[in-house]
């Protein structure tokens, strides 16, 4: 019995704290530039130093950086090297704000937007003038869906948001030109090579999920309300189930 309390009392309240570490280094971008969190959630350092602002970027499979930075579609790894420049876009002067960039004709035709890789790593999907698709192998941008800027009401492509994991769909946000509000942008998903599903869901106040073989697509959206804040779709037809 004495042995048991002498145990006890030496022993330590403190409770153990498990040391944190993130799956995987982290990038984002701050003050116009790239910066990357280490695993040990803690190191912080610029990962890429470009004389003027990056608008914005993607990580590769394999660990390139693809941005946009002074119009021009940029690759490198994550240090800065092998710096290479596929495609350069006009000089554009600078836009009071969003909508404005949104609504900006030259802007529209000309402006390199939202890298987003291929899950392969072999390709680049961006904005300009429509959707364009970059082939590391060839070194060539096949644009795939053109901003049609005459017909009336024309819906354009603002971003790229994700590439399916197999490669064969792209989901992207549209709005009608001219927009009017930051909330008029919505959601749409494009088989590459086939049809576009437009407006699937608003771009702002929702989420999404891929299955790991891109055969459903998950649409959370809060503004539908509880009956319909998360829909279960089938990335070929876009029929949606309410779950």
């Not at 309240?13 to 790239?34: D, V, W």
């Not at 919505?186 to 590459?192: A, Q, V």
Request: proline share 6%; hydrophobic share 35%.
């Amino acid at each position: 019995e004495q042995e048991s309390e002498s145990t006890l009392e030496m022993s330590d309240p403190t409770p153990r704290i498990e040391k944190f570490e993130l799956p995987a280094s982290l990038f984002y971008l701050q003050n116009g530039q790239i910066w990357q969190l280490d695993q040990d959630a803690q190191t912080v350092r610029q990962a890429i130093h470009e004389p003027d602002p990056i608008d914005a970027f993607d990580l590769s499979v394999n660990g390139m950086l693809a941005y946009i930075s002074k119009n021009s579609l940029i690759i490198s790894d994550t240090n800065g090297n092998n710096r290479q420049i596929l495609r350069e876009g006009l000089e554009l002067p600078p836009v009071a704000d969003e909508l404005a960039n949104l609504n900006d004709l030259d802007q529209i035709a000309t402006a390199l937007r939202t890298p987003c890789w291929s899950p392969d790593g072999r390709k680049i999907a961006f904005i300009e003038n429509g959707l364009q698709v970059f082939d590391l192998e060839t070194r060539q941008s096949e644009l795939i869906w053109r901003h049609e800027i005459d017909t009336e009401k024309p819906n354009l492509f603002e971003s790229v948001v994700s590439w399916s994991p197999d490669g064969k769909y792209l989901l992207v946000s549209q709005y009608t030109y001219p927009i009017e509000g930051k909330a008029h942008r919505w959601l749409s998903l494009l088989e590459i090579g086939g049809y576009l599903h437009v407006n699937i869901a608003p771009r702002v106040g929702g989420s999404f999920a891929w299955t790991p073989d891109a055969s459903h697509l998950f649409l959370a959206i809060a503004s539908f309300g509880s009956n319909r804040s998360l829909m279960r779709c089938e990335s070929g037809t876009m029929q949606c189930q309410l779950i």
